[in-house]
């Protein structure tokens, strides 16, 4: 595969649950990040991480967690999913840099109910 | 606080010429970027602008305006497969993009 990875593409989820979604990308890209989008708004950014190792909150952090443990990977858990939460969540890497563009997975479509 | 507008959603006819402004107010600004996301699908990158004036890259345009903070996407020779919605972004002082909720562009016959 080239690119950005993620899983599961769809999923619904009872509130309360515990879930995480990955995310793989084998570019070797410095930068990742977890954006969800929601109808009549933009890409907000939950988390991020610059390189390895490392990781920041962004707008929207809370009731979510990542982790970045190598260069490939960049898993969301929700501890305890509620219902606003329904979204669809991408992932993206960049390079990094101030100009490099972010690459996007296509998705994962989450509904709590 | 940190803004981007963009128009809801434009209609345009195939062949045509259609521009999609967005405006931006945020806390520095270290480059605009231009994807365009089908229904469904993940955005992809169209282009970037750091420096004021127009960058050309087949069809599409983008323009940018750091004094006013402003840029514009123009698409000529409009196709069926135009159809998406276009999402403004802004690198901010802290180099994370600032996304506008997107244009949706309609093209009709």
């Known amino acids: 595969i080239a690119g950005i990875t993620q899983a599961p593409t769809s999923q619904i989820l009872a509130a309360g649950r515990r879930m995480t979604l990955r995310c793989t990308q084998d570019?070797?890209?410095?930068?990742m990040y977890w954006y969800r989008q929601d109808l009549g708004l933009g890409l907000r950014l939950i988390h991020y991480?610059?390189?390895?190792?490392?990781?920041g909150k962004g707008e929207v952090p809370d009731g979510y967690s990542v982790s970045r443990a190598n260069t490939d990977d960049f898993p969301l858990t929700l501890a305890s999913a509620v219902p606003s939460q329904t979204s669809v969540y991408f992932c993206?890497?960049?390079?990094?840099?101030?100009?490099?563009?972010?690459?996007f997975g296509q998705g994962t479509r989450l509904t709590v109910v | 606080g940190q803004n981007i507008d963009q128009p809801t959603e434009m209609t345009a006819t195939e062949g045509a010429i259609v521009q999609i402004n967005c405006t931006y107010q945020?806390?520095?600004?270290?480059?605009l970027f231009w994807y365009q996301q089908h229904a469904g699908e993940a955005p992809t990158f169209l282009s970037y602008?750091?420096l004021d004036g127009l960058e050309e890259k087949g069809r599409f345009s983008s323009f940018l305006s750091r004094s006013k903070g402003y840029s514009y996407l123009l698409l000529k020779e409009l196709q069926m497969k135009d159809s998406a919605s276009y999402l403004c972004?802004?690198?901010?002082?802290?180099?994370?993009?600032?996304w506008g909720a997107g244009t949706k562009l309609i093209i009709k016959p």
């Open positions: 945020t806390s520095g600004f270290n480059g």
């Open positions: 993206a890497s960049s390079p990094g840099g101030e100009n490099t563009e972010a690459f």
């Open positions: 972004a802004v690198k901010g002082s802290n180099y994370q993009l600032i």
């Open positions: 602008n750091v």
């Open positions: 991480s610059n390189t390895a190792g490392t990781t």
């Open positions: 570019m070797r890209h410095n930068a």
